[in-house]
């Protein structure tokens, strides 16, 4: 019997003890946003667990994760996957972040974004518990070079909406990337706020950016099925631009792609 204890004793402090020398390190993802982190940061032989959202229409790299596992944020999933690190945005509750830190994993946490400095920080962090210093350096690269090769002296407002009617003024990364793509942001205030339609019928922008639409055909339909019929027009003969979903839901490097789309949305006539 002591030596059976003895043996578990041994197993467990290797499970515990963190990848071997030279190995990779082993990575878990709790939601879709960390999905993206640990796809374009890791080698792909070392994820052992992505969300079970990562091949939905709004994940971004949702073409990279065919043939790897996909997990429950549980704890018996992660145990039984034995990460070395576990990266999340919003998946999983305090007391599965203390449990996973407990069986000797660390938890990489990606954090809300204001600005693309708080996207590069996001970057290097994950970045750098995964050993893949140069990985990161080369997103953070990328995310430069595209909104360096689109900046433009600002010159023409535009409104961000989304089917919930909620809007993103001064301090959202939604904001810089109007303002990096040379629109004026239109939104009434700073921070994320539901807007009045009747307001917006009153007095529409010039322009609209919509966010989590299909298409700017859907945007209209959304307010004419709901009623608002004038909106839905506005919304159909004023839209430069609709965010493709996987562009918007996580605080990552392809806020850059957004910066491209909507910066050859604003030099098109």
């Excluded at 909620?166 to 939604?174: Q, R």
């Excluded at 009434?188 to 922008?205: A, F, K, W």
């Excluded at 298409?215 to 009623?227: P, R």
């Excluded at 430069?240 to 098109?268: E, H, I, M, T």
């Amino acid at each position: 019997m002591a030596g059976v204890r003895a043996l578990a004793a041994v197993v467990l402090a290797a499970v515990l003890a963190g990848p071997a020398a030279g190995a990779p390190i082993r990575v878990f993802s709790l939601d879709q946003c960390a999905d993206q982190y640990v796809l374009a940061l890791s080698p792909h032989e070392a994820i052992v667990g992505l969300s079970p959202r990562v091949g939905d229409r709004d994940s971004y790299l949702r073409d990279q994760s065919t043939g790897l596992p996909r997990r429950r944020a549980s704890p018996e999933a992660i145990l039984a996957a034995r990460p070395d690190v576990v990266v999340r945005y919003w998946g999983g509750d305090p007391a599965l972040v203390r449990a996973i830190e407990r069986r000797g994993a660390s938890v990489v946490q990606i954090d809300e974004a204001s600005d693309f400095a708080g996207v590069r920080t996001n970057i290097q962090r994950v970045a750098g518990a995964l050993d893949q210093g140069p990985r990161g350096a080369a997103l953070i690269q990328r995310m430069d070079a595209q909104i360096q090769s689109h900046s433009a002296a600002v010159a023409k407002g535009a409104f961000y909406l989304t089917p919930g009617e909620v809007t993103a003024g001064p301090g959202t990364l939604i904001d810089a990337i109007l303002t990096a793509a040379g629109f004026r942001n239109l939104a009434p205030g700073p921070g994320y706020q539901t807007v009045s339609i009747e307001r917006l019928v009153l007095d529409p922008p010039d322009a609209f950016v919509l966010g989590f639409f299909d298409s700017a055909y859907l945007a209209g339909q959304h307010w004419a099925a709901g009623g608002n019929h004038v909106l839905g027009k506005l919304v159909r003969e004023r839209t430069v631009s609709s965010l493709n979903d996987s562009l918007l839901g996580c605080p990552a490097w392809f806020a850059g792609d957004a910066v491209q789309a909507l910066a050859a949305a604003r030099r098109r006539p």
